[in-house]
Nanobody, 116 residues
Framework: QVQLVESGGGSVQAGGSLRLSCVVSGRTISTDNMGWFRQAPGKEREFVAD????????SYADSVKGRFTISRDNAKNTVWLQMNSLKPEDSAVYYC?????????WGQGTQVTVSS
């Protein structure tokens, strides 16, 4: 059974940093594109960042560009999201996703709360 487990969320003041981790079990992610998404209360889930299977290519939502960094270690089956200069509008549940062709696997999410 494929499991994605996110961790590293929490409460932080504006301007602070958090590092989210996503550990995958039940499959190797070495051929998967990996991504982070977030969902705030009353809003739809939105794209945050993704990284291709090799780590050579990354992309970011405009709202986080320059502040967030996605990275991966295929040997550890792990993806990270380093979040700096956090803003209250970054508050949401953050989800990790693994994508292999038409298959998409999701984690349960980790809460990030940024206070002003």
């Amino acid at each position: 059974q494929v499991q994605l487990v996110e961790s590293g969320g929490g409460s932080v003041q504006a301007g602070g940093s958090l590092r989210l981790s996503c550990v995958v079990s039940g499959r190797t992610i070495s051929t998967d594109n990996m991504g982070w998404f977030r969902q705030a209360p009353g809003k739809e889930r939105e794209f945050v960042a993704d990284i291709n299977w090799s780590g050579a290519t990354t992309s970011y939502a405009d709202s986080v560009k320059g502040r967030f960094t996605i990275s991966r270690d295929n040997a550890k089956n792990t993806v990270w999201l380093q979040m700096n200069s956090l803003k209250p509008e970054d508050s949401a549940v953050y989800y990790c996703a693994a994508n292999h062709y038409s298959d998409v696997y999701w984690g349960q999410g980790t809460q990030v709360t940024v206070s002003s």
